[in-house]
């Protein structure tokens, strides 16, 4: 099984400042990953599938790259509506499991 | 606009029974794998189950093979999960989403309901 491990556990941003959240797979995943967000209450949205490609209707802000064994999310310009924790989730190999998350906080 | 929308969550004692379901609307359900995904509190996501479009494969995380049944009625849009002789650890948030297939046969999940709480105690 394929463990992702996310870093930071929690990341602190200002308003208006950029966020990267890390994801690291123990063993080379290709580019088969995707980020979700999950706010309070609120049913989790897919932001980024295939490590780089954006979900329908997801702002331009949010950015996915890497391959292999290291990725990245980037929010540009965050907003209050961005605190949420953030999982990845590899799906190149049997089964597809997921980080422990990041959860994001607005300084 | 896509729409799922889970039931059948509550309270269920240990060794118990429960039946989750998941009605869809927004898109052509009959042509999409679907899975159901859970959340533990105060832990990540973790897949459990996935069923084809036509409902004849499923597939299991491999802690609830056997104790979980997930089913479809294509002619009803609704997604059905069975648990038996839950545990405690089956307490949880239980999504329903909407899933692509890769060619690898793996999937992820890209609409996904507001969720069912199952909470499994005595």
């Known amino acids: 099984e394929r463990l992702m491990t996310q870093s930071p556990a929690t990341l602190s941003v200002s308003p208006g400042e950029s966020a990267t959240l890390s994801c690291r797979a123990s063993e080379s995943v290709s580019t088969f990953v995707a980020w979700y967000q999950l706010r309070p209450g609120q049913a989790p949205r897919l932001l980024i599938y295939d490590a780089s490609n954006r979900a329908t209707g997801v702002p331009a802000r949010f950015s996915g790259s890497g391959s292999g064994t290291e990725f990245t999310l980037t929010i540009g310009s965050l907003q209050s509506e961005d605190i949420a924790v953030y999982y990845c989730q590899q799906y190149n190999n049997w089964p597809q499991t997921f980080g422990q998350g990041t959860k994001l906080e607005i300084k | 606009e896509v729409q799922l929308l889970e039931s059948g969550g509550g309270l269920v004692q240990p060794g118990g029974s429960l039946r989750l379901s998941c009605v869809a609307s927004?898109?052509?359900?009959?042509?999409?794998?679907m899975s159901w995904v859970r959340q533990a509190p105060g832990k990540g996501l973790e897949w459990v189950a996935s069923?084809?479009?036509?409902?004849?494969?499923?597939y299991y995380e491999a802690s609830v093979k056997g104790r979980v049944t997930i089913s479809r009625d294509n002619a009803q849009n609704t997604l059905y999960l069975q648990l038996t002789n839950v545990r405690a650890d089956d307490t949880a948030i239980f999504y329903c989403?909407?899933?692509?297939?890769?060619?690898?046969?793996?999937?992820?999940?890209?609409?996904w309901g507001q969720g069912a709480l199952v909470t499994v105690s005595s």
């Open positions: 989403a909407k899933t692509e297939r890769t060619p690898r046969s793996s999937f992820y999940f890209d609409s």
């Open positions: 927004g898109f052509a359900f009959s042509n999409n794998v």
């Open positions: 069923i084809s479009d036509g409902g004849d494969k499923a």
